[in-house]
Structures are given as structure tokens and as C-alpha cells.
């Protein structure tokens, strides 16, 4: 084979291997690239869902703390109003007492000044009143006195009863009142604070679901893409090889040929050494 069908020869292997090399170098960067691409898109993911999930347990902690908050105030709210209650209770019992009372000792005073009266009425008329129908008179008068106080009494405590158990009544009512809409407060705040980081979590899930798939498509797509180089490659080697292969059964085959022949032949490269050289 003469020196320039061998240069030929030569330049188109190396040629062929060259770009081959360099396809499949590229190829391999390609996945890479991908990859590395799919692996951030995944931390960033992540990272992003982990933040989400924080945000919605900080904001569910928040509306249960709110409603922890409200609850206690309307709790306490409703201790005070209970107090109120009892005291105004407490203080109108008191004061019915000391209504009963004086009304008690005003009708005794009343009763005695009637029985005095009758003694002297009866005194001043000559007639004995230790004897007889004077004595059952006055008599008669004690007992209606007595159980008119007896029925004033009795009214009063039950009177006053009633407005203990009245007190207390409502006392009772108000803290119930208030327990229940605290307890339908923190109920209701529970399924927000539930529903918030549910919702957190799903926004989340979803994240990470969307940048896998996106990731994975990243990949398939920097995977495509390096077969279709790879295969560049291999299509450049073997058109560098055919050419190669050509070049020697055009030039090198008889091996008889001198090399001015074999420039001569290769008028389409320059027609002299020189225009081959600035050929290549």
C-alpha cells in the first residue's frame, strides 16, 4: 500500500473512531445531565413537601391553639357570670331574710298591741278577762296571730328556697351553655386542624408524585437521547470504516501503483500533493 492510500486509510479510521468516541462521551454526559437534572428535581421535591407538611402542622397547631384559647376565655367568662349569679342569689336571700324577719317581729308587735288592746277594752268594761268568753277571745286572737306568722314564715322559706335553687339554677345553666360551645369549639377547630394538615399532606404527596414523574421523564428523555448519539456514534464508525475500506480498494488494492499515480487518481482531493495536503 503507498504512503498516501495508507494516509487516507489512516485519517478515516481515526476519523471514524474520533467521532465515535466523542458520541459516546457525549451520550454517557448526556445521562448524566439527566440524571443529576432528575435527582435535583427530586431534592428540590422534597424539600418543597417537607415545608408543606410543616406549614400545614404549624397551621393546624395554630387553630387548635386559637380554640384553646377561645374556649378557655368563654369557660372563664362563663365562671365569672356563674359567680355574679350566686352572689346577686346570696345577696337576695340575705336581704329576703331580713324582710321575713322584720316582717315576723312587726306582726308579733302588732299581735301583742291587739291583745293589750282587748284586756283593756274588757278591763275598763268590769269583766274578768283570765275567765270566760274574754279569755277565748283572746285566746282565739294568739292563734290566728301565730299561724298567720307561721304561714308568713313558711312562705318565706320556701321563698327564700326558691331563689337559692333559682340561683343555682342558672348557674348551672350558664357553665353548661358555656362547656358545650367550648367543647363545640374544639371539636369543630379539631376537624379544621385535621383537615388543614390533610390537605397539607396531600399538596405534598402530589408534589412529590409530579416531580417523580417529571424526574422519570427527565431520564427517559436524557436516555433517548443518548441511545440516539450512541447510535450516531456507531453510524459514524462504520461510514468512517466503509470509507477507509473504500479508499483502499480504490488506491491500495493492486499494490502496484506508484504514488504519482496514486496523485494523480486523487485529482478530486487537489490533483497534487499540495492541494491533498490543503484538502485536509
Known amino acids: 500500500?503507498?504512503?498516501v492510500t495508507a494516509f487516507l486509510v489512516g485519517a478515516?479510521?481515526?476519523q471514524g473512531l474520533s467521532g465515535a468516541s466523542a458520541g459516546r462521551k457525549a451520550a454517557r454526559r448526556a445521562l448524566e445531565v439527566g440524571s443529576l437534572n432528575a435527582s435535583d428535581l427530586r431534592e428540590v421535591a422534597g424539600a418543597n413537601a417537607s415545608e408543606i407538611e410543616r406549614i400545614g402542622a404549624l397551621n393546624a397547631g395554630a387553630i387548635l391553639g386559637a380554640a384553646d384559647v377561645n374556649a378557655r376565655s368563654i369557660i372563664d367568662v362563663a365562671e365569672?357570670?356563674?359567680l355574679a349569679i350566686l352572689d346577686a342569689t346570696?345577696?337576695?336571700i340575705d336581704l329576703a331574710k331580713t324582710e321575713n324577719v322584720e316582717m315576723l317581729r312587726r306582726h308579733i308587735k302588732q299581735d301583742q298591741a291587739l291583745q293589750g288592746e282587748i284586756r283593756a277594752r274588757t278591763g275598763a268594761s268590769g269583766i274578768r278577762v283570765d275567765q270566760g268568753s274574754p279569755l277565748e277571745v283572746l285566746a282565739d286572737s294568739a292563734i290566728d296571730a301565730y299561724n298567720?306568722?307561721?304561714?308568713l314564715g313558711t312562705i318565706g322559706v320556701k321563698q327564700i328556697d326558691s331563689m337559692a335553687n333559682e340561683g343555682i339554677r342558672r348557674a348551672d345553666l350558664t357553665m353548661l351553655d358555656a362547656t358545650q360551645r367550648a367543647q363545640t369549639m374544639m371539636q369543630v377547630a379539631g376537624m379544621q386542624a385535621y383537615v388543614t394538615q390533610e390537605e397539607a399532606s396531600a399538596n405534598a404527596r402530589i408534589m412529590v408524585r409530579d416531580a417523580e414523574a417529571n424526574a422519570a421523564s427527565m431520564e427517559r428523555g436524557a436516555g433517548l437521547i443518548a441511545s440516539s448519539m450512541?447510535?450516531?456514534a456507531t453510524a459514524t464508525l462504520i461510514g468512517s470504516l466503509v470509507q477507509a475500506g473504500g479508499y483502499y480498494a480504490q488506491y491500495g488494492g493492486g499494490g502496484g501503483s506508484t504514488t504519482g499515480t496514486s496523485l494523480s487518481s486523487l485529482?478530486?482531493?487537489g490533483g497534487s500533493s499540495t492541494g491533498l495536503s490543503s484538502g485536509f
Request: proline share 5%.
Open 80 to 82: 365569672a357570670n356563674s
Open 12 to 14: 478515516s479510521i481515526v
Open 90 to 92: 346570696i345577696e337576695n
Open 267 to 269: 485529482s478530486g482531493y
Open 230 to 232: 450512541r447510535a450516531q
Open 148 to 151: 298567720e306568722r307561721y304561714y
Open 1 to 3: 500500500m503507498d504512503p
